[in-house]
């Protein structure tokens, strides 16, 4: 079959600015307005209708989606297909993204989908992963595990491509806040993430995304992704046992399967977040204080952990006087990563910190489905279904009065 044309995200060694954006399509969306997809006419029953003439787009309107069609894949008891695809924007100048909106092309197999931005230098690399997986796209869960980007620092192993939206069934357009937008260059890339339930039907689907833009000189605020990252160091529960549960044998079995990136991560978390590199302090609950480094706008905040996800919340200048809940959510749900928003946003000066805390839970194991075979493991982070992560996502601007 023809080709089409997650380790999550870039953290900068203190909690640095990585530029893109981080919204949902959901519900709990920071749109501040919203629109359906479009209803199709009705047919007249006419045997002689005239042809159907193309409806030309909205000045400003790119629409991307896979170039051909794709039919998910099952396999023994698995009933659930999560696929990659890389999509050329075909932007001939600079533009802002201000909205994004999901078109899915079979409702009844598309559980979810995201978008992400193809940071610089990975396109090459998102295109070889395409490559080397038979058929359009290719495999991927926690999200597209791309190499770091080109202008990434030293812990940059925690890299990947960066969000722009979010959708679910009863999702709406992703609206960014007024006067702002994500910034994307002539000729850019983006990566297309979907969810496929196969409980949910059968057949091919060809999902597209529209994108709201305007001129990449337009005045407008840029968008940003600060992403926080804490350890996850979830030992097996008392009455499993099994190989993996020994710490040293669970990391390197990670390795094996992700490579030295890998060992990277799961090292250079406990460097950022402060932890014993020796003996890392094992937990159900594991958290990182970030510093911020320059002033800044927060529009919203989300987070992203596995299967084994039970809570996650960002506190900013937590302890403090003027402490501040962003992301409080204490019922993790996996196929609802939409962003929160704000309301109103909130200022953030250089020393202010964000702490991010994320509690995972073992016995889930015993109840979902698609760790029904899961082997008891020492779980870190990683990017398999059987690993985890703990990170909060702030779609943040610089102030106009600070540097990035």
């Not at 981080?22 to 749109?31: E, F, I, L, N, R």
């Not at 989300?302 to 402490?323: F, Y």
């Not at 985890?388 to 702030?394: A, D, N, P, T």
């Amino acid at each position: 079959m023809p080709k089409s044309r997650n380790a999550l995200f870039t953290v900068a060694a203190a909690a640095g600015l990585v530029l893109t954006a981080c919204a949902s399509g959901t519900a709990a969306d920071p749109a501040t307005s919203s629109s359906t997809a479009p209803e199709s006419s009705p047919s007249s029953g006419s045997s002689a209708a005239a042809p159907e003439v193309p409806v030309p787009p909205a000045p400003g309107i790119v629409t991307v989606g896979l170039p051909e069609a794709y039919t998910p894949q099952g396999g023994g008891t698995a009933t659930d297909d999560y696929r990659c695809f890389v999509l050329a924007t075909n932007l001939p100048e600079d533009r802002f993204i201000t909205g994004v909106r999901f078109l899915p092309g079979n409702a009844a197999l598309v559980h979810h989908a995201i978008l992400y931005r193809v940071a610089g230098g990975q396109e090459a690399a998102a295109l070889k992963r395409d490559a080397d997986d038979p058929g359009p796209g290719w495999s991927c869960f926690g999200g597209p595990s791309l190499p770091p980007a080109a202008d990434s620092d030293a812990l940059s192993s925690l890299d990947s491509a960066p969000w722009l939206a979010a959708w679910a069934p009863g999702g709406r357009e992703a609206r960014y806040p007024e006067g702002t937008g994500v910034f994307v260059k002539a000729g850019s890339s983006v990566i297309l993430q979907v969810h496929y339930n196969l409980l949910g039907g059968e057949g091919e689907d060809a999902t597209s995304v529209a994108l709201d833009t305007v001129a990449g000189d337009s005045d407008l605020r840029r968008l940003e992704t600060l992403l926080l990252p804490a350890p996850v160091e979830l030992p097996c529960r008392e009455d499993e046992t099994g190989p993996l549960c020994d710490r040293d044998a669970a990391v390197a079995d990670t390795i094996e399967r992700f490579g030295g990136g890998a060992m990277r991560t799961i090292w250079g978390l406990q460097f950022l977040c402060g932890g014993d590199l020796t003996d890392p302090k094992a937990g159900a609950t594991q958290s990182c204080t970030h510093r911020v480094k320059a002033p800044m706008t927060v529009y919203a905040a989300a987070g992203h952990m596995h299967l084994l996800g039970r809570t996650i919340e960002i506190v900013a200048n937590e302890g403090k006087g003027d402490e501040r809940v962003l992301l409080d959510i204490p019922t993790w749900d996996f196929d609802n990563q939409g962003a929160q928003p704000l309301t109103p946003s909130v200022d953030l000066a250089s020393g202010d910190t964000l702490t991010v805390r994320c509690t995972h839970d073992t016995g889930l194991r015993d109840l979902l489905p698609a760790l029904a075979d899961a082997e008891p493991r020492y779980i870190t982070w990683g990017d398999g279904t059987t690993d985890e992560m703990c990170l909060g996502i702030l779609t943040v601007s610089a102030l106009k009065d600070g540097a990035a």
